[in-house]
């Protein structure tokens, strides 16, 4: 039995000049079991995002259905987590915040602060925690927003390109700290990558995209 399921994944994008519309994934299937780390590969613009915004159910498909344990999903949950390759983090929030704010609003975070401060000691910002984003360096925010969607052990994984910014050794430090992640609770990891050696590395699996020319219609 697969854990997730994409069926028949179509999406099309109305383009912004009206012209008709933008093919970004046609007929996609794609089976993953529990405790698979799935890399995905392929040229720019040939629907790598888009795959894991389906996914994360941050945008619908134009057509086909996605399954989680048998389940059509529905919009956003916790349950699947994304990190995107520009940090994201709440301006107006300090890092301890960040990392703490899904928790406050699911109401565990008295059951997970003891995580919160070992997540923030293992990123190395012990003495950032009190920071707001913008006193934080490009990586350091990386760091933040991968432990922020860490925190809520999502049963499903989504990285884009979450390292690609990162210099080589907070790089190579995060990659195993994913690792260690995704070993001690063999959830779903899917992660977006350029570098084919990073995707050898850490995945179970290699996924790779084709490259789409004259996909407008
Ligand atoms: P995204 O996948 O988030 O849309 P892009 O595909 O635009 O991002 O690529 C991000 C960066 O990686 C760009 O600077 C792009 O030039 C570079 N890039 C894209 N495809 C490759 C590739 N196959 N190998 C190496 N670098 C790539
Ligand atoms: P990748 O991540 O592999 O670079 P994307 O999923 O970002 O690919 O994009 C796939 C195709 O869909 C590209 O042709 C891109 O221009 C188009 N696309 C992506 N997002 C949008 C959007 N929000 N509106 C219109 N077209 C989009």
Sequence with gaps: NYTLQLKEICKSYIRTDAQGVTVALENVNLNIKDGEFVTIVGPSGCGKSTLLRLVAGLIPPTKGSILLNGKPIKGTSPNRGIVFQEPTLFP????????????????????????????INIIGLDEFRKSYPHQLSGGMAQRVALIRTMINEPEVFLLDEPLGALDAFTRMNMQDELLIMWKSNRHIMIMVTHDID?????STRVVTMAPRPGKIK
């Design 92 to 119: 107006w929030l300090t890092v301890e915040d960040n990392v703490s704010f899904s928790l406050k609003v699911q109401g565990k975070y008295k059951e997970k602060k003891e995580e919160v401060d070992r997540l």
């Design 198 to 202: 990073e995707a050898i590395y850490m």
